[in-house]
């Protein structure tokens, strides 16, 4: 079982890191205007870091908890102190990015069993 954590965690960890890395890019031009192509990328960065995460059982949860990286932590800690209220996963809905600075805000509509919340990734 803890083989299967460790295997689990270092697949999230990869996957996630992978898909901030393909967004990096967007942040490499110094005047911040988004291309279609680099939105669609925020967009779908941030719809498989949702989805991931809201797949997670309650103890994957807590090992992630233990983890000393703040990305990791902040999303699990959110996402354990909403998923009793929201209830399971349904699907992303409307989606817009937006620049501020040398950040980029996605701001997800996304409908769990209970209700709707909107989720925001920021990546600076």
Excluded: H, P, R
């Amino acid at each position: 079982m803890k083989g299967k954590m460790k295997k689990g965690l270092l697949g999230l960890l990869l996957t996630v890191c992978m898909m901030l890395l393909s967004v990096i890019t967007v942040f490499a031009a110094k005047d911040k205007v988004l291309t279609e192509d680099q939105i669609t990328s925020l967009k779908t960065t941030a719809s498989g870091i949702i989805e991931q995460i809201a797949g997670f059982s309650d103890e994957e949860i807590e090992k992630y908890l233990e983890q000393d990286d703040d990305f990791t932590v902040a999303a699990f800690t959110s996402w354990k102190n909403a998923k009793e209220e929201l209830g399971a996963f349904k699907e992303i809905g409307e989606q817009t990015v937006e620049t501020d600075g040398s950040d980029a805000i996605i701001t997800s509509s996304v409908t769990y069993e209970n209700k709707t919340a909107t989720v925001e990734l920021i990546i600076d």
